[in-house]
């Protein structure tokens, strides 16, 4: 294992489990309630190690995990959590070479995951229309030395998506449906298109606007994770848990040649209407 270098991140975690983030510069250091850590304590070494404080607590040093750098990222918003991002991740096929667009960089969680997926040999196309937000989305990727793989641009997307031949988009948005045409002209027929949005009404809202724009294999998930203690001989759920985070969308772009519903297409079909005057078909019955 290589030793740490200067400018390189470090994970640093108590016995008691609190994580401290740092960029290791020569002569500084860490204060943490257990204590001051040195950095030129880590400098020349290697990680997955015990460091010590002044007061002689012990910390583990470690490499940050992509996890640990996403929930370190400063916000001034709700991030989209690991649990989702590392999903949709799979749900888009993003990978190494991958030309990925998204709309709403927030503080640039996605956007690191994004990155860190398509590099080295790809691109993230990331748009935000408040430069109060997308200043901080740079800043953070391009603390976790990610930025040369994207590209962000200053926009709202219904102007249109500068790029064509997308293999993929993700909408982190409160509408995402009033952009569906300009998706459709920026990724490839039958490419990846995933959202993320808090409510069952928003959820209702981008299906209708996916059946009329044509696109196909829709799905609508929700991922719950619940964390344990790990303890053994007590072990059990945690106290408290993140429940809702919000509901995932993912479909495919309308193929070449396939022609979109009309503007005045109803519901999706099969769904809450039921038959006429709302009687609870007989299968369906309990």
């Not at 020349?44 to 607590?57: C, E, K, M, N, S």
């Not at 022609?259 to 038959?275: D, I, R």
Request: hydrophobic share 40%; with cysteine.
């Amino acid at each position: 294992m290589a030793n740490a270098q200067e400018g390189d991140l470090v994970l640093l975690m108590s016995p008691d489990g609190k994580k401290f983030m740092i960029r290791l510069q020569a002569d500084q250091a860490l204060h943490t309630h257990r204590g001051v850590i040195a950095h030129n304590a880590l400098l020349g070494a290697p990680l997955g190690r015990t460091v010590y404080t002044h007061l002689g607590h012990p910390f583990l040093a470690l490499e940050p995990s992509l996890h640990d750098l996403l929930m370190n990222v400063r916000r001034t918003t709700q991030i989209m959590y690991p649990k989702e991002i590392g999903y949709a991740l799979l749900k888009l096929n993003v990978g190494n070479g991958k030309r990925v667009a998204e709309a709403g960089s927030g503080s640039g969680a996605l956007t690191i995951a994004l990155a860190h997926a398509v590099s080295p040999d790809g691109r993230v196309y990331s748009y935000e229309v408040r430069e109060d937000m997308l200043n901080l989305a740079r800043k953070n990727v391009d603390r976790v030395g990610l930025l040369p793989y994207v590209e962000f641009k200053l926009r709202d997307i219904a102007e249109g998506l500068d790029e064509t031949d997308l293999d993929a988009c993700f909408l982190d948005v409160r509408e995402p449906w009033q952009y569906l045409e300009q998706v459709s002209r920026a990724v490839k027929p039958g490419g990846f298109f995933g959202a993320l949005v808090p409510t069952a009404n928003q959820v209702i809202d981008t299906l209708l606007g996916l059946q009329r724009a044509g696109f196909g294999a829709v799905e609508v998930e929700e991922l719950i994770m619940r964390p344990y203690k790990p303890v053994p001989g007590r072990l059990r759920p945690v106290d408290r848990m993140v429940a809702h985070t919000g509901y995932l969308i993912f479909a495919r772009t309308p193929t070449v040649g396939e022609a979109a519903l009309p503007a005045e297409a109803g519901q999706v079909e099969g769904e809450a209407a039921g038959p006429e005057g709302g009687e609870t078909p007989a299968d369906e019955q309990g």
